[in-house]
């Protein structure tokens, strides 16, 4: 892939080449993503190390399950963008499938990835994007793709020098911004670029999606494993692809006790015992049954607390009056 990168500038060539770097999980998300690029029989081996996260991270963008609207983008008309949202979303992913799209095979000489969450100060990054954005490239005269990735780590100092840096090389560079808190990020900088918000995933796009990891990897899940799976995940692709991944490790059948064992997350049946002990038993019985549950299973308070809250919904006999009494205690006790 290397040969076919013809830089004018050779400060420009090395100037990527250290950004990369230096950002050393980012380089080993590339290289990951390179493996699945060609990815051939012999290297099967190497890709079975890999964490699933990294090993069906989305290649193209028909890969990405969820977020239409940015990936039909096209590159003559590409805005500086802001992508925001929760956690294992797809926002990286999304944007790195852009830039293949777009660049095709030359895509890592055409884009930087910057980590804003490294603690270096703005004068080397602004050094950095100065020597990548004043190059161009020989025969293509499109955009090069500048992103920062989690953008809400920097100082306010640090975005207000960012304001006039991307106004400057708007000729010839369009920035991509990545955060999961878009209010750290000052207006001024966000009147400057179009935003997308990632939301939560659907459960039907997480579960199209692991559908298709399930069936790669020859996971043996029983449907009930996979609701739990999908309830636990709570929209976060990352985490229902770790929970998989550990339980496939530790478990032949992964079914609804694995994944809650495995996740040290409050069973459905033991939420169900505390709530009807609650309900009937005495102080001394109920307060028992929770103290057994903390003690041989190891269940946090916390976990418990919030699975009680979220079961509340299933009392729909309780009186209005009586419902409202308990939310407000539930809270006084978090
Ligand atoms: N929309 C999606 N379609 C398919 N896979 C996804 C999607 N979103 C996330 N994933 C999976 O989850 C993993 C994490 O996604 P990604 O790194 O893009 O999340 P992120 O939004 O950048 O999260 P963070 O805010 O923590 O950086 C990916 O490797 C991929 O396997
Ligand atoms: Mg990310």
Redesign the pocket.
């Known amino acids: 892939m290397d040969e076919d990168e013809i830089m004018t500038d050779v400060a420009a060539a090395s100037s990527t080449a250290s950004a990369f770097d230096s950002f050393n999980t980012k380089k080993s998300k590339g290289k990951s993503t390179e493996t699945k690029d060609s990815h051939s029989a012999n290297n099967a081996a190497s890709d079975a190390t890999l964490p699933w ?2 090993k ?3 290649v193209t963008l028909d ?5 239409k609207d940015i990936t039909s983008t096209n590159e003559n008309r590409l805005p500086h963008m802001l992508l925001y ?1 929760p ?8 944007i790195l499938a852009c830039a293949r799209k777009l660049y095709g095979p030359m895509w890592k000489s055409m884009t930087m990835e910057l980590n804003a969450s490294d603690d270096r100060g703005i004068d080397v990054v602004r050094e950095q994007i100065k020597n990548f954005a004043s190059t161009r490239k020989i025969f293509s005269s499109g955009f090069k793709l500048i992103i920062l990735d ?1 953008a809400d780590m920097m100082t306010q100092t640090a975005q207000n020098a960012l304001r006039r840096v991307v106004e400057k090389y708007t000729r010839n560079v369009r920035f991509c911004i ?1 955060c ?1 808190y878009v209010s750290k990020i000052i207006p001024a900088l966000q009147s400057r670029c179009t935003r997308f918000r ?1 939301g939560p ?1 659907e459960t039907s796009q997480v579960e199209s ?1 692991l559908e298709h990891i399930i069936q790669a990897e020859s996971v043996n899940i029983t449907p009930e494993g996979k609701n739990a799976l999908l309830s636990l995940s709570k929209g976060d ?2 985490r229902a ?1 770790n929970i998989l991944q550990a339980c496939h490790a530790g478990y032949e059948i992964v079914d609804q006790d694995a994944i809650y064992n495995c996740t040290g997350q409050p069973h459905p049946n033991d939420i169900h015992a505390v709530m009807t002990s609650l309900f009937n038993d005495d102080f001394t019985k109920a307060y028992s049954t929770i103290s057994l549950l903390k003690t041989m299973k190891g269940m946090a308070l916390q976990d418990i607390l919030t699975e009680v809250y979220n079961s509340m919904e299933i009392y729909d006999d309780l009186p209005d009056n009586a419902r409202v009494y308990i939310l407000d205690k539930i809270a006084d006790v978090e």
């Open positions: 996260v990294e069906y991270r989305p890969d990405l399950v969820s977020h949202g956690p294992g979303t797809g926002k990286t992913s999304t989690e990545i999961n990632f995933l999606r692709m990352r692809l």
